[in-house]
């Protein structure tokens, strides 16, 4: 039987904007699980959003690519709703190198062998 992983490591993260359906960004984020941050975001702003992946980056380079594309996408003339110009908290609940570290060793020990 081959083995199975479910994941092993987690090193990238996605950065997104959100629209109604009319392909015009009001918010854009950063997520290591987009269906999960999807979720979140249909609560916070309604069920007709979508979400759309701009870039996959490093973990240790998120930070600066989601400020990145927030003036970016600030300097095409998009109004987006973020309350900041990005970089801060975490990805979805992961703070630091310490939290990751804690998520990929239960990761790991919950793969299917």
């Known amino acids: 039987m081959k083995e199975q992983k479910i994941i092993t490591e987690i090193n990238q993260v996605s ?3 959100l629209h109604k359906g009319d392909g015009i960004p009001f918010y854009i984020g950063k997520t ?6 999807f979720s979140q975001h249909k609560f916070k702003h309604g069920f007709d959003i979508i979400l759309e992946i701009i870039d996959e980056v490093p973990i240790n380079e998120w930070k600066f690519w989601e ?6 996408y600030k300097s095409w003339g998009f109004k987006l709703i973020n ?7 975490g990805v979805n609940g992961v703070q630091n190198q310490k939290d990751l570290g804690l998520i990929e060793n239960i990761v790991k020990k919950q793969n299917v062998k």
């Open 15 to 17: 950065i997104y904007y």
């Open 32 to 37: 290591i699980c987009p269906k999960t941050r």
């Open 67 to 72: 400020m990145w594309y927030i003036e970016l």
């Open 83 to 89: 309350k900041s110009k990005g970089g801060g908290g």
